[in-house]
């Protein structure tokens, strides 16, 4: 079954302590990206990577960092997460054509 | 960053009944998506537009590419109880790159 894997899907953690979320995908997809929704704000990207080892800032991208080492996967890393990134998390692939799909998202509450 | 205007942020409807909700930006896209959202779940994607003037139908929705590439609308014919979610637009501009703008939503409640 096509699908963008996210773990874990619900977090707890406190200021400081590092995080790494990771996201997979089955698709071959060569686009990837990640988005935090927050209420009110929709959704917004933070960073988005075009393939291997190509990756650029979208929207929101301080505080966040990632890495496309292998096709399928595209970990994001909280060096030191604050509470102001306290969210939800969603992990995307996009087809060829720009049909995006999403993960079951991650949700994130840093203390 | 740029943002999308989605409106309404918000409505509720008869079942039965016919839904429009639309997006307008200050840049063009040359792409704009429509998804739905479930409580607890990301977003499914539900109409893809490529092309200003086209429009698309899924089934009970049909969208629309503006003719200005500035905007879209998507409209719900014959509501049904389980349309109730959130609705996003999504501008894309992929011209060498993929930057995704996202609406901020429109909550649809249906009442049976």
């Known amino acids: 079954e096509a699908q963008v894997t996210q773990n874990p899907r619900y977090l707890i953690t406190v200021t400081g302590k590092k995080l790494t979320v990771t996201c997979s995908q089955n698709m071959n997809h060569e686009y990837m990206s990640w988005y935090r929704q927050d209420p009110g704000l929709g959704l917004r990207q933070i960073y988005y990577s075009m393939n291997v080892e190509v990756t650029d800032k979208g929207d929101v991208p301080e505080g966040y960092k990632v890495s496309r080492k292998e096709k399928r996967n595209f970990p994001l890393i909280l060096e030191s997460p604050s509470p102001n990134q306290t969210s939800l998390y969603f992990c995307?692939?996009?087809?060829?054509?720009?049909?995006?799909?999403f993960g079951p998202g991650t949700r994130l509450t840093v203390l | 960053g740029q943002q999308l205007n989605q409106s309404p942020q918000s409505m509720f409807i008869q079942e039965g009944e016919d839904v429009s909700m639309n997006c307008t930006s200050s840049?063009?896209?040359?792409?704009w998506l429509w998804y739905k959202q479930d409580p607890g779940e990301g977003p499914v994607l539900l109409i893809a537009l490529y092309k200003a003037g086209e429009l698309t139908s899924n089934g009970r929705l049909t969208a629309q590419f503006g003719i200005t590439r500035k905007d879209s609308f998507l409209n719900i014919s014959a509501s049904i109880p389980s349309d109730v979610g959130i609705y996003f637009c999504?501008?894309?501009?992929?011209?060498?790159?993929?930057?995704?703008?996202f609406g901020t939503g429109t909550k649809l409640q249906v009442i049976p």
């Open positions: 995307a692939s996009s087809s060829p054509y720009n049909e995006q799909f």
């Open positions: 840049s063009i896209f040359n792409t």
């Open positions: 999504a501008g894309l501009w992929s011209g060498g790159y993929q930057k995704v703008t």
